[in-house]
Nanobody, 125 residues
C-alpha cells in the first residue's frame, strides 16, 4: 500500500511554467514505477509521463515532449513533473500513479495500482 499526494497545481498564463510534485508514503518508494496522467473536463484520463523505479527510463506523451520533464528523488520519496511552455490544452486535473510492477506498460491507466487525489492545472490563453 502506498499513499500519493500531489501538489503544485494552480493557474498560470500560456507560456508559463509549473512544477508538480507527488509525495509517496508507505512501502519503499524505489520499488514503484511512477506515472503522471491528466484528465480534462469531458475527456478520458490520458497518459502524460512515466518513470522507472531507478529513474533510468522516462517516457512522455507526444503532446508534452520537449516541454515537460519527469524526475524522481528516491531518497525523498517524491516524483516531480516540471511543466514549461504551458498551453491552454494542458488544462486538466493531473494525477500521480504508482505500481510495484516492472516498467512494462507505463502508458496504460490500468497498469497502475495506486492513484493520488489529483491537482488542478489551469492555463489561461
Amino acid at each position: 500500500q502506498v499513499d500519493l499526494v500531489e501538489s503544485g497545481g494552480g493557474l498560470v498564463q500560456a507560456g508559463g511554467s509549473l512544477r508538480l510534485s507527488c509525495a509517496a508514503s508507505g512501502r519503499t518508494f524505489s520499488t514503484y514505477t511512477m506515472g503522471w496522467f491528466r484528465q480534462a473536463p469531458g475527456k478520458e484520463r490520458e497518459f502524460v509521463a512515466a518513470i522507472s523505479k531507478n529513474g533510468g527510463i522516462v517516457d512522455y506523451a507526444e503532446s508534452v515532449k520537449g516541454r515537460f520533464t519527469n524526475s524522481r528523488d528516491n531518497a525523498k520519496n517524491t516524483v516531480s513533473l516540471q511543466m514549461n511552455s504551458l498551453k491552454a490544452e494542458d488544462t486538466a486535473v493531473y494525477y500521480c500513479a504508482a505500481t510495484s510492477k516492472a516498467y512494462v506498460y507505463p502508458k496504460q491507466r490500468d497498469f497502475y495500482d495506486y492513484w493520488g487525489q489529483g491537482t488542478q492545472v489551469t492555463v489561461s490563453s
